[in-house]
């Protein structure tokens, strides 16, 4: 499902169980519907994750080691 939000487009769909809100970084909704088939495709192969959680996850626990 494409929506705007503001000026520019986001993305929410679920594949696989889990859900992805992603922006699509443009204000035309052509190139948006273009970007979420990308974007879909994507998470169906197993290709797109979120990154940021690990890295935290990571940082947190040498943190706590070293303390």
Do not use: C, H
Request: charged share 35%.
């Amino acid at each position: 499902m494409i929506y705007k939000r503001g000026d520019w487009y986001w993305t929410d769909f679920t594949e696989n169980g889990r859900r992805y809100r992603l922006p699509l970084r443009t204000k035309n909704w052509q190139e948006a519907r273009t970007q979420e088939r990308t974007v879909t495709e994507t998470a169906r192969a197993g290709k797109l994750a979120n990154l940021n959680a690990p890295k935290r996850f990571l940082e947190a626990s040498q943190r706590y080691l070293e303390d």
